[in-house]
């Protein structure tokens, strides 16, 4: 993967939002789109229209007993909601 175009359009994003650890942040964000540039690869990725419907939540909102957040939020989605929605929106888990 050629990193030169992501890292232009990455460096005054990056920079802006953490200018403390510009590079540290860079390498890191680079090193995952070339760890995944691979698989997505050929994946076309549609904007919303009317069949879009987003959940906007925080990842541990659900929660059962000795189950990780993510894992209980998942499976809710699985068995219960499906298809109804299409994408979901994780904001931070709050302490």
Known sequence: MDRSPLATTLDPLVAL???DRHHEVRT???DLA???????????ACGPDQATAYL????????CPGEP?????????????WDAVTDVH?????P
Request: aromatic fraction near 4%; proline fraction near 7%; glycine fraction near 10%.
């Open 17 to 19: 939002l953490y200018p």
């Open 28 to 30: 890191a964000l680079l």
């Open 34 to 44: 070339e760890e995944w540039g691979d698989r997505l690869a050929g994946r076309h």
């Open 56 to 63: 906007t939540t925080h990842g541990d909102a659900i929660r």
């Open 69 to 81: 957040p993510l894992r209980t939020l998942g499976a809710m989605l699985r068995d219960h909601v």
């Open 90 to 94: 994780l904001l931070p888990m709050l």
